[in-house]
């Protein structure tokens, strides 16, 4: 009975998988927009967590990285509700670790607010980061 | 009655500025800064959040991980 179920999940799972409908949000992909604009240096990671705009804006790379920030944002606000600390902690936080998982060449902020281009030694961070 | 008080008040008030006047050149003065004094103690405490919070972080940035 209980194989018969777990049969019963994976066929489901295939069934999900076979129609390209990726349900594990842990599985989620950034949108190629967003991966091409990361390469090409155009965004970069800021120390406060959140995306900014490296060198010119456009009116499209604006409204993604807005539209990023904005969900960033959300995800941070509900997990710095969980951890019992304030939104800006949670986000500075992750800014740290988005910082340091930079791949190289992608654009980050270092600690004097400047743009820095990631290569491959460890990044320069808040000397508060963990 | 009166004259004698007022002149008795007098009194006192010549006795104490006299000492304070010899006094008045070996005075250290001590002035209070210009700027406010301030403690930075809010770095260690932000860097103690971070470490709290830094499993957290990971978890939820993990489980988000499109938009990051």
Redesign the interface.
Same mark, same amino acid.
């Given at each position: 009975m209980i194989r018969f179920k777990s049969n019963g999940v994976l066929k489901v799972a295939a069934a999900v998988a076979a129609l390209g409908l990726v349900a594990a949000p842990a599985a989620a992909q950034r949108d190629p927009a967003y991966q091409a604009a990361r390469d090409a240096g155009q965004v970069g990671e800021k120390m406060d967590g959140y995306l900014g705009i490296v060198g010119a804006a456009t009116p499209a790379l604006t409204k993604m990285v807005n539209d990023l920030n904005i969900q960033r944002k959300a995800v941070y606000t509900k997990g710095a509700s969980g951890a019992g600390v304030t939104v800006e902690d949670f986000a500075f936080g992750s800014g740290c670790k988005n910082i340091r998982d930079t791949a190289v060449g992608e654009k980050y902020q270092a600690p004097g607010g400047a743009w820095a281009t990631r290569t491959s030694a460890p990044p320069q961070r808040d000397s508060r980061c963990p | 009655m009166e004259t004698k008080s007022r002149s008795f008040t007098g009194a006192i008030r010549m006795v104490v500025a006299v000492p304070m006047l010899a006094v008045l050149p070996g005075c250290i003065s001590v002035n209070a800064p210009d700027k406010p004094i301030v403690i930075e103690l809010n770095?260690n405490i932000?860097?103690e959040?971070?470490?709290?919070? /830094?499993q957290?972080?990971?978890n939820?940035?993990? /489980?988000?991980?499109?938009?990051?």
């Open positions: - | 770095i932000k860097q959040v971070l470490y709290k919070i /830094q957290d972080v990971e939820t940035i993990e /489980q988000n991980s499109g938009i990051f």
